[in-house]
């Protein structure tokens, strides 16, 4: 089984561009989670994800550098100093199964290939597993795998309440509910990340304007169109869901839209794993 | 003296010469580490390689230790087994009222004033109660998943002092952690004696020297004494695959460090275990292995096993895996992210399993030499000191702020 066909491009910044080059990419076009960043030579040297940005944005991880350059100060930094280190870094002839074996053990919905001299080759991604699996109903539902854990927030949780929410549980998404506690809309890290952008390319003094939007409810930014699946549906039926929609978790609800868990593309992924066995998976998507 | 152009014809140019772009950014800050002890264990091992690299860079950073009474050190091995999960812990409000006071007198002794401060594991937390000037993290390095409940509720009220956490693995992460926390994976150093590369006649004469015969196949743990390492299952592991190659060896190589009392029990439980039999070699620091004798038996090993039931990471995987050896593991900590099951090596259920893949690996020499050198190559890509270097450098610059 090749591993060529499962490619992807992925999204890559280098690493001399300033952070903000980031937060567009994050936002705009088809705003992908995580940009790889490569030096000038395409060797990839780290990864940023929206979590990182928002991160930075929050001043999480300490604020020295915004008491320092101030917000705008800081989006033209390097993004060399901000990402992470990637620990997912594959040679090319790694084999497809020992790729899905990793991933579903790690719960980690990607790996990173690269040529000996770490210039990237592409990125083995979970879709690309998904969309293999179209059409395949596995008699097993969404209940048995799904986490009963959900950090969500209420109507009317401001945005930067929902953001420090997102940054300390580190979650990409939360289930916005209604007073009822019924699905009400569904806010992402993209979304809060758009949000600021849109500020900073029209405002002039950002700080201020950052505090006064971050005070908005969360609703200003959250979408009302939620994708979410019910307890019974089938595993397969969940995943082509989300890939229809191009979402990477959805609630699951039942009949009342009351939030009973929260499914993920890779706990879907593991869960299929785990009912059919690796070989037959591998067997699935190679046919 | 390390320095950092060192790694460059492991890790190449590129990422030697963003490390010092890095470096340039804070040089002159101050920072200082503290951990409970400066020998034994993963956290003293990656202190000894990284703080020695980083002054290199011209950032003055320092490591001290703690100084503590061996009542210290049994309370704080059984909250290390408490936050690892161990439910049946109970530490008495005498027992913390002394770790409390020794960290006092430890804050009096030690020089905290930094631009940056980072506090490894549990140990030293209670220093942050002293803090002054700049930015504190806690680095921990255990598996604080599933923790004690009451044993971390009392620890964190003095976690929520802190700027900063810092954990091995994303699930480490305990629910409801009040302060920001960052992932780090920890890496091994492939300069250090440890890891360095050693010439096939240096490596007989370690294994001449201890009685182990180099003509015969090896397999061999490399942990500390410690029930969460499980030793008798490396034991029983060994005995099995001994019917079916009964030239087999193992070796059982562990150190005694100053904060484990428990160490001492586990090596004796062990040796008993082996009993009389000659082909087994349960060996420490106190045997004369150090950083080169575990090198030099971690390569002659022919499959390494880690029957690890909690590991903060696995390091000695790491390790095992950097000298081209195929590991054997269960599924504890980060050894999952090392061993890729077939590829790297194999994940195992049970002790027959893990059994039945050594004796295979011995079987299939080539088959061993496959997985070992893939088992390389998946650590120079993801889990070598420069990448742990980088992650430092970059947590320094975010939480003092860039000069200039």
Not at chain 1, 40 to 67: S, Y
Not at chain 2, 43 to 70: C, F, N
């Amino acid at each position: 089984m090749s591993l060529q066909k499962f490619l992807v491009k992925g999204a890559t910044l280098e690493v001399d561009k300033p952070l903000i080059k980031a937060l567009e990419m994050f936002a705009y076009g088809r705003h992908p989670y995580r940009i790889l960043v490569t030096n000038g030579e395409g060797r990839v040297v780290g990864i940023i994800t929206g979590r990182r940005a928002l991160e930075i944005l929050m001043g999480a991880r300490g604020t020295g550098m915004a008491e320092k350059r101030g917000l705008r100060g800081t989006l033209e930094e390097n993004v060399g100093i901000f990402m992470d280190e990637c620990h997912e870094i594959f040679l090319e002839d790694i084999g497809v199964e020992a790729l899905l074996k990793f991933m579903v053990e790690n719960t980690i919905g990607y790996a990173v290939i690269v040529d000996q001299s770490r210039r990237l080759k592409g990125v083995f991604h979970e879709v690309a597993v998904l969309e293999r699996l179209r059409g395949k109903r596995f008699g097993a539902d969404v209940r048995s795998f799904m986490s009963k854990e959900v950090v969500f927030a209420r109507t009317g949780t401001s945005i930067e309440e929902a953001a420090q929410t997102m940054v300390r549980k580190r979650v990409r998404r939360l289930p916005v509910l209604d007073s009822d506690g019924r699905l009400g809309g569904i806010v992402t890290i993209g979304d809060i990340l758009r949000l600021i952008l849109s500020e900073v390319e029209t405002k002039d003094g950002l700080e201020r304007d950052l505090k006064e939007i971050s005070r908005a409810p969360v609703e200003r930014v959250s979408s009302t169109k939620t994708v979410s699946t019910r307890p019974e549906e089938d595993l397969g039926a969940a995943a082509e869901r989300m890939l229809d929609n191009e979402v990477s978790g959805m609630p699951v609800v039942d009949g009342q839209k009351r939030v009973l868990g929260i499914v993920s593309r890779i706990d879907i992924l593991k869960a299929v794993a785990s009912v059919i066995g690796i070989e037959s998976l591998k067997a699935e998507i190679n046919g | 003296m390390v320095k950092i152009e060192d790694y460059a014809p492991i890790v190449g140019e590129g990422t030697v010469e963003a490390i010092r772009e890095m470096a340039e950014i804070i040089r002159g800050e101050r920072a200082v580490h503290v951990n409970a002890t400066s020998y034994g264990g993963g956290v003293a091992e990656i202190l000894s390689r990284m703080i020695p690299l980083a002054r290199s860079l011209g950032i003055d950073v320092t490591w001290q230790t703690l100084k503590g009474d061996i009542d210290f050190f049994k309370v704080t091995k059984k909250m290390h087994n408490a936050l690892q999960g161990d439910l049946g812990t109970a530490i008495s409000d005498e027992e913390f009222a002394h770790y409390l006071k020794v960290n006092a007198e430890n804050a009096a002794l030690l020089e905290l004033d930094s631009d940056v401060v980072v506090i490894h594991d549990p140990q030293p937390l209670p220093l942050v109660r002293q803090r002054g000037r700049g930015k504190w993290a806690w680095r921990c390095h255990i598996d604080t998943s599933t923790p004690n409940e009451a044993v971390w509720s009392r620890l964190d009220p003095m976690v929520r002092m802190y700027d900063l956490a810092i954990f091995s693995m994303e699930r480490y992460i305990p629910k409801g952690l009040a302060i920001p926390s960052i992932i780090d994976y920890p890496t091994i150093d492939p300069l250090s004696p440890k890891n360095a590369p050693m010439k096939p006649e240096d490596v007989t004469k370690v294994l001449e020297r201890y009685g182990v015969d180099p003509d015969r196949p090896l397999i061999g743990q490399v942990a500390r004494f410690d029930p969460w390492k499980d030793p008798l299952g490396a034991i029983d592991v060994f005995r099995r695959v001994k019917s079916a190659v009964p030239g087999i060896q193992l070796a059982m190589i562990g150190s005694f460090a100053r904060d484990d009392p428990e160490g001492a029990e586990w090596y004796e439980r062990v040796l008993r275990y082996a009993g009389r039999e000659k082909d087994i070699f349960v060996l420490s620091n106190l045997d004369g292995v150090g950083d080169l004798e575990v090198n030099a038996f971690q390569r002659a090993f022919s499959v390494a096993i880690q029957l690890s039931k909690r590991e903060g990471f696995g390091l000695t995987v790491t390790e095992a895996l950097w000298k081209g050896v195929p590991v054997v593991a269960k599924r504890a900590g980060g050894i999952p992210l090392q061993v890729i099951d077939g590829t790297t090596g194999f994940l195992t259920e049970g002790l027959e399993d893990a059994a039945e893949r050594v004796a295979l690996l011995l079987r299939r020499s080539w088959l061993a030499r496959e997985l070992g050198e893939r088992g390389r190559q998946h650590v120079r890509l993801n889990f070598l000191i420069t990448k742990g270097l980088s992650n430092y450098l970059r947590m320094h610059i975010e939480l003092v702020g860039k000069m200039g």
